[in-house]
């Protein structure tokens, strides 16, 4: 199931509903592990804020595109969120990614980089990550809109 409206979103194939945005505990420390759901901070809003960065993303992907004809298909970047909002580490989900072009990782991991999420309520750390799914324009076509 793709998002409502995703279509093809300037080329952008936005991942299906089991691989959204996701938030993790971090390994230690708490209990409750209920910093996940601090507002600003669920897997929703993390998508949410991501997919209003897609337009960004897709310029990273066609200029890598045109130095490296052919490259397509997923690249899953995760992060970490420091309490105050800010992305204080980013890196490639080599598992899930078929595109490890450094140029385009790059450009995509520094735009995550410069995004300010919410802080954290109970001054939680998040770990988050998301899978970009990228195609030539036209690739896709096939699909009724």
């Known amino acids: ?16 509903a089991h691989s959204e945005a996701t938030v993790s505990p971090p390994d230690a420390g708490t209990a409750s592990g209920g910093h996940s759901h601090d507002p600003g901070r669920t ?3 993390i998508k949410a804020i991501i997919v209003s960065h897609r337009d960004a993303a897709r310029a990273c992907y066609d200029r890598g595109l045109a130095s490296h004809p052919g490259v397509e298909g997923t690249l899953a970047v995760q992060w970490t969120i420091d309490s105050k909002g800010n992305v204080t580490s980013t890196s490639l989900d080599e598992s899930r990614s078929t595109i490890t072009e450094p140029s385009i990782v790059d450009c995509v991991t520094n735009i995550i980089k410069k995004i300010q999420f919410a802080p954290s309520q109970g001054g ?21 809109e």
Do not use: C
């Not at 990550?129 to 324009?137: G, K």
């Open 1 to 16: 199931m793709l998002l409502s409206d995703a279509g093809e979103l300037k080329g952008v194939k936005l991942a299906e």
């Open 43 to 45: 897997p929703a809003d």
């Open 124 to 144: 939680f750390e998040s770990k988050a990550s998301y899978p970009f799914t990228f195609h030539p324009h036209g690739a896709e076509r096939h699909h009724a």
